[in-house]
């Protein structure tokens, strides 16, 4: 039944996603133009994440391969505005983490069907001891930051936070995995804005970040459908 199709038993997106990526990428679009109009590098890296978000949010592993680009590229744009914090944080935590994360998706299929991942769920000391994990890693990273004099390193250091929260979430496969993105679109959003008060062009950064946190959000409630479903298949 064309029903189905959203639990990822085909590559096609359904009519919503479709709508949403396809919405995300024109406005992608005419924010470059606006704003841009040089950077393809940036135009080719905020396609890819919106992409890659919609094949997370149907818990397809191709969206993890597709971050694993995304990380790269976003590496060296963080580069070119002295976000060291965003450039160690994408290119040493996000881009492996995505590799593992797609080999444990892929490991980890629903039924059989490697298109959409098994739902999982932490174990309550794994919850427990996540904060801990997630404040150490921030602490450590706060002083390499400072270190190579990060702009605007509060919003920076708080990216790390909200970045390896993300990262291990997806690893586990647990359906917070996208609300740990979205905060982290929203702290991404603060930083790129501060830098285009200063070059007008990262706007069309920031204007990316809040598109990717509608499609985190909607990945958010297709995982938490997902693990509803696989409870009672």
């Given at each position: 039944?064309?029903?189905?199709?959203?639990e990822?038993?085909?590559?096609g997106?359904t009519?919503?996603?479709?709508a949403l990526?396809?919405?995300?990428v024109l406005?992608i679009?005419?924010?470059f133009s606006?704003?841009d109009g040089k950077g393809?590098?940036?135009?080719a890296?905020?396609?890819i994440?919106v992409?890659?978000l919609?094949f997370n949010?149907r818990g397809n592993p191709?969206?993890q391969?597709l971050?694993?680009?995304?990380?790269?590229?976003?590496?060296?744009?963080s580069?070119?505005?002295?976000?060291?914090?965003?450039?160690?944080?994408y290119l040493?935590?996000?881009?492996?983490?995505?590799?593992?994360?797609?080999v444990?998706?892929?490991k980890n299929?629903?039924?059989?069907?490697?298109?959409?991942?098994?739902?999982?769920?932490?174990?309550?000391w794994?919850?427990a001891l996540l904060p801990?994990?997630?404040?150490?890693?921030?602490w450590?990273?706060?002083?390499i930051?400072a270190?190579?004099h990060?702009a605007n390193?509060?919003l920076s250091?708080?990216?790390?936070?909200t970045?390896f929260?993300?990262a291990?979430?997806?690893?586990?496969?647990s359906?917070?995995?996208?609300?740990?993105y979205g905060?982290?679109d929203?702290v991404?959003?603060a930083?790129w804005?501060l830098?285009?008060?200063e070059d007008?062009p990262y706007?069309?950064?920031a204007i990316c970040?809040g598109l990717?946190?509608?499609?985190?959000?909607y990945?958010?409630?297709?995982w938490?459908r997902?693990?509803k479903?696989?409870?009672?298949?």
């Amino acid at each position: 039944m064309k029903k189905k199709r959203w639990e990822g038993s085909r590559l096609g997106f359904t009519k919503g996603e479709a709508a949403l990526w396809g919405l995300s990428v024109l406005l992608i679009v005419l924010s470059f133009s606006i704003f841009d109009g040089k950077g393809y590098l940036t135009l080719a890296a905020s396609l890819i994440g919106v992409t890659s978000l919609i094949f997370n949010a149907r818990g397809n592993p191709i969206g993890q391969l597709l971050m694993v680009v995304f990380s790269i590229l976003y590496g060296w744009i963080s580069l070119t505005f002295t976000y060291y914090g965003e450039m160690i944080t994408y290119l040493g935590m996000t881009a492996p983490m995505a590799v593992f994360a797609f080999v444990s998706w892929v490991k980890n299929p629903y039924k059989g069907n490697r298109a959409q991942v098994k739902v999982n769920r932490l174990k309550n000391w794994e919850a427990a001891l996540l904060p801990a994990l997630t404040g150490a890693v921030t602490w450590g990273f706060y002083y390499i930051l400072a270190a190579f004099h990060t702009a605007n390193l509060g919003l920076s250091t708080l990216s790390v936070a909200t970045s390896f929260l993300a990262a291990y979430l997806t690893f586990r496969r647990s359906r917070f995995f996208a609300l740990a993105y979205g905060a982290n679109d929203m702290v991404l959003v603060a930083l790129w804005i501060l830098a285009a008060a200063e070059d007008r062009p990262y706007l069309s950064v920031a204007i990316c970040f809040g598109l990717f946190f509608l499609s985190d959000l909607y990945g958010f409630i297709s995982w938490s459908r997902m693990q509803k479903r696989q409870r009672t298949d």
